[in-house]
């Protein structure tokens, strides 16, 4: 079994900042891409950003600039810097992780159980 766990999530002031976090836990070989989607209220789950093993990184327009995803292979964890929030970016925010258990190579998608971000004065 595999578990992602999100955290770090609250509420901010608008201009200020917080950083998530997701660690996978359980059977894993490999974790190939990593990343976070969010979804706010009444809205479609959306792409923030996205990271390669290798850390090549994929952006939403509406975040670039302003948050900054990265990973530790290490660990098996993977966190989102999130400067200059905005009260657009209130959403749940969403763990994913491609991964495989074993060496035969074959990878599955992996949700965390998301945390809630809300950025308001």
């Known amino acids: 079994q595999v578990q992602l766990v999100e955290s770090g999530g609250g509420l901010e002031q608008p201009g200020g900042s917080l950083r998530l976090s997701c660690a996978a836990s359980g059977s894993i070989f490999r974790i190939n891409t990593m990343g976070w989607y969010r979804q706010a209220p009444g809205k479609q789950r959306e792409l923030v950003a996205t990271?390669?093993?290798?850390?090549?990184?994929n952006y939403a327009d509406s975040v670039k600039g302003r948050f900054t995803i990265s990973r530790d292979n290490a660990k098996n964890t993977m966190y989102l810097r999130m400067n200059n929030l905005k009260p657009g970016d209130t959403a749940v925010y969403y763990c994913?992780?491609?991964?495989?258990?074993?060496?035969?190579?074959?990878?599955?998608?992996?949700w965390g159980q998301g945390t809630q971000v809300t950025v308001s004065s």
């Open positions: 990271i390669t093993s290798g850390g090549s990184t």
């Open positions: 994913n992780a491609e991964i495989s258990g074993n060496v035969s190579g074959n990878y599955y998608n992996y």
